[in-house]
């Protein structure tokens, strides 16, 4: 069982940078792949970035790449989200999520636990 606790979201204005941070429980957290997804209203949950266990390896969707950072610091149990250059389509709870499988995905179903979002908002 992991839980996790996602930090750091607020209200900015475009172009601005914001960095979330989600802490997770349990002495394990280097055996699972983590990713952030966002959900904004009427919308569905969207993958965002992922990172494996080792944090050797990063993936991005295309809307972010390039100006969203994902890391993670295993010795502290915490994944982190750098987010830069931001526009109003980033407005959206921004949850992080474990994985147990072995490779990345991105689809939010092959993540097995959540945390409750923190809520970003880019104002134009």
Not at 29 to 58: C, L
Not at 86 to 92: F, G, V
Request: aromatic share 12%; glycine share 10%; charged share 15%.
């Amino acid at each position: 069982q992991v839980q996790l606790v996602e930090s750091g979201g607020g209200l900015v204005q475009a172009g601005d940078s914001l960095r979330l941070s989600c802490a997770a429980s349990g002495r394990t957290f280097s055996s699972y792949v983590m990713g952030w997804f966002r959900q904004a209203p009427g919308k569905e949950r969207e993958f965002v970035a992922a990172i494996n266990r080792s944090g050797g390896s990063t993936y991005y969707a295309d809307s972010v790449k390039g100006r969203f950072t994902i890391s993670r610091d295993n010795a502290k149990n915490t994944v982190y989200l750098h987010m830069n250059s931001l526009i109003p389509e980033d407005t959206a709870v921004y949850y992080c999520a474990a994985s147990s499988r072995v490779v990345v995905l991105s689809g939010p179903r092959n993540y097995d636990y959540w945390g409750q979002g923190t809520q970003v908002t880019v104002s134009s």
